[in-house]
């Protein structure tokens, strides 16, 4: 998962750029990098490993000068043993100079490899994806306007794009002096929003991965990028967009509205902290139909991304609702963290139980999701410790038993703790006297209320089935070889 945003100002647009990824930040801590284009089109990077605070300093910021820009936060789902070489936005200079940063996984990355390398005789670097992309979209619009090209030849190379690329990509582009160019995939799986702000000098317009990013910068947004949709900005400021993909199949990753958008973003219309609401509430309402003699004392969430859900359960139900733990919020995300022991050692760092709100009480502990359940078993052994009677688990998502393969990175089948078992043997697995997990339809209800007009999500991690296509047991045999945590540890070791 990354996070990435496009600029096209009236002044120097570097301070709204590390704004905008200081308001991302949540969708990859790994990496993050800028880049601008000066009124002489000279293009001006600072990119690098580590929190958008720590990459960026004041000398770094002073030489970003320029009018337009790109930025990126990510962290990694595979790739070489040199880390920083895959820090975005990535560069090419022919034609005409173009950066470029993207968000999501191209399923047939590897054929498309051979294809840029061989038949398009250009140069990879990098095991990136993204850096393939950006290989075939400027081979593309070179092949269609070898010498100045305008709005007309920009969406015939993303139209190329489309037809060469399957996966979940949300682009954003910039051809140095002429403009900034954003598209998404023909099914809109990962987010990307538009919006503008007027000022003195005149309008300024931005696209990034979420509203927050723009909101938090004084820019309204405008609307989402409709999936295989295009928009050219140049600097003048002219707006163009053209749908350059004929396949009109709307499916909006489901995850992001369960775990990876901020709750105070709307994605496609939707509030993504009311659809958290109403997964609550339709959480609680199948407790009290599969379980309505339960013995629940209090309700505490796992914090931050399942507050808003435990609430609105604690007060469906008629229950108490307490914060029981205190989070450590200079630990990342723990499900992407490479390695068993590192994800174990990070889970007791993040989080520490408040005992009272425990001692003596059958708890029920609400997240999110419940993934590889490392993250879910030390917690429960926690509330244990701090004196829990009994401890019950709901997940605001149905189990997680496949890979997410469109930017994810979610472990290997076998890492999956729902992987071959039922909810007796997952709570068996994690330490919980029972387990309560969400049914996939309330899910797909909870969000598509928000917009009635959405009529399929990508839910492959809940059912397995990949919109796209071109994901089989071979690609999928492949996708674990790189994900487990012996390839990611390798890849660490490597690195030095």
């Known amino acids: 998962m990354c996070g990435v945003v496009g600029v096209v100002g009236r002044g120097a647009v570097n301070q709204i750029l590390y704004d905008s990824l200081i308001l991302?930040?949540?969708?990859?801590?790994?990496?993050?990098?800028?880049?601008?284009?000066?009124?002489?089109?000279?293009l001006h990077s600072r990119k690098s490993l580590g929190l958008v605070r720590d990459v960026f300093q004041e000398r770094h910021m002073l030489r970003l000068q320029g009018r337009m820009g790109l930025g990126h936060v990510r962290y990694p789902t595979a790739g070489c043993a040199d880390a920083l070489a895959e820090v975005q936005p990535f560069y090419v200079n022919s034609p005409f100079g173009i950066a470029l940063a993207h968000n999501g996984n191209l399923i047939n990355a590897e054929a498309l490899k051979a294809q840029v390398v061989n038949e398009d005789r250009r140069h990879i670097n990098t095991e990136s994806d993204s850096e393939i992309l950006l290989n075939v979209f400027a081979h593309e619009l070179y092949k269609h306007s070898p010498a100045e090209p305008g709005a007309e030849d920009v969406f015939y190379a993303v139209a190329s794009v489309h037809r060469r690329l399957v996966g979940a990509y949300s682009v954003v582009a910039m051809i140095a002096g002429r403009g900034l160019v954003a598209f998404r995939d023909p099914y809109g799986?990962?987010?990307?929003?538009?919006?503008?702000?007027?000022?003195?000098?005149?309008?300024?317009?931005?696209?990034?991965?979420?509203?927050?990013?723009?909101?938090?910068?004084?820019?309204?947004?405008?609307?989402?990028?409709?999936p295989g949709e295009a928009l050219y900005i140049d600097l003048d400021g002219q707006v163009r967009a053209c749908r350059c993909s004929p396949i009109r199949a709307h499916a909006p990753c489901i995850f992001e509205f369960v775990y990876f958008a901020r709750p105070d973003?709307?994605?496609?219309?939707?509030?993504?902290?009311?659809?958290?609401?109403?997964?609550?509430?339709?959480?609680?309402?199948?407790?009290?139909?599969?379980?309505?003699?339960?013995?629940?004392?209090?309700?505490?969430?796992i914090p931050d991304t399942s507050r808003t859900s435990a609430l609105e359960l604690a007060l469906t139900l008629g229950l108490t609702y307490r914060e029981?733990?205190?989070?450590?919020?200079?630990?990342?995300?723990?499900?992407?963290?490479?390695?068993?022991?590192?994800?174990?050692?990070?889970?007791?760092?993040?989080?520490?139980?408040?005992?009272?709100?425990?001692?003596?009480?059958?708890?029920?502990?609400?997240?999110?999701?419940?993934?590889?359940?490392?993250?879910?078993?030390?917690?429960?052994?926690?509330?244990r410790e701090a004196g829990a009677r009994q401890v019950y688990m709901?997940?605001?998502?149905?189990?997680?038993?496949?890979?997410?393969?469109?930017?994810?990175?979610?472990?290997?089948?076998?890492?999956?703790?729902?992987?071959?078992?039922?909810?007796?043997?997952?709570?068996?697995?994690?330490?919980?006297?029972?387990?309560?997990?969400?049914?996939?339809?309330?899910?797909?209800?909870?969000?598509?209320?928000?917009?009635?007009?959405?009529?399929?999500?990508?839910c492959s991690c809940f059912d397995g089935e990949y919109i796209t296509g071109g994901v089989d047991a071979a690609y999928l045999d492949g996708?674990?070889?790189?994900?487990?945590?012996?390839?990611?540890q390798a890849r660490a070791?490597?690195?030095?």
């Open 394 to 458: 709901a997940s605001a998502a149905p189990p997680v038993r496949y890979p997410n393969v469109y930017g994810i990175d979610m472990p290997a089948r076998g890492e999956f703790v729902a992987h071959g078992r039922d909810e007796r043997q997952i709570a068996e697995a994690i330490g919980a006297d029972r387990v309560i997990y969400q049914d996939l339809p309330d899910l797909v209800e909870a969000v598509r209320a928000g917009n009635p007009a959405l009529e399929r999500f990508d």
């Open 493 to 496: 070791l490597a690195s030095g």
């Open 265 to 301: 973003s709307v994605i496609e219309k939707v509030s993504v902290h009311r659809a958290r609401m109403r997964m609550g509430q339709a959480l609680a309402r199948k407790i009290q139909r599969t379980w309505p003699d339960h013995d629940i004392d209090v309700v505490i969430p």
């Open 189 to 226: 799986i990962r987010p990307l929003v538009y919006g503008r702000r007027e000022t003195p000098q005149g309008v300024e317009h931005m696209v990034a991965s979420e509203s927050v990013a723009l909101e938090g910068c004084g820019f309204e947004p405008v609307r989402d990028l409709d």
């Open 24 to 42: 991302l930040q949540h969708r990859g801590q790994d990496a993050a990098g800028i880049m601008t284009c000066s009124e002489d089109g000279r």
């Open 324 to 383: 029981g733990f205190i989070k450590n919020r200079y630990i990342g995300r723990t499900f992407i963290m490479p390695g068993q022991t590192v994800r174990q050692r990070s889970i007791r760092q993040k989080l520490n139980p408040i005992a009272v709100e425990f001692k003596g009480k059958n708890v029920l502990l609400v997240d999110d999701s419940i993934v590889r359940g490392n993250t879910s078993r030390q917690i429960i052994q926690m509330a």
């Open 479 to 488: 996708l674990e070889a790189r994900r487990n945590d012996r390839a990611k």
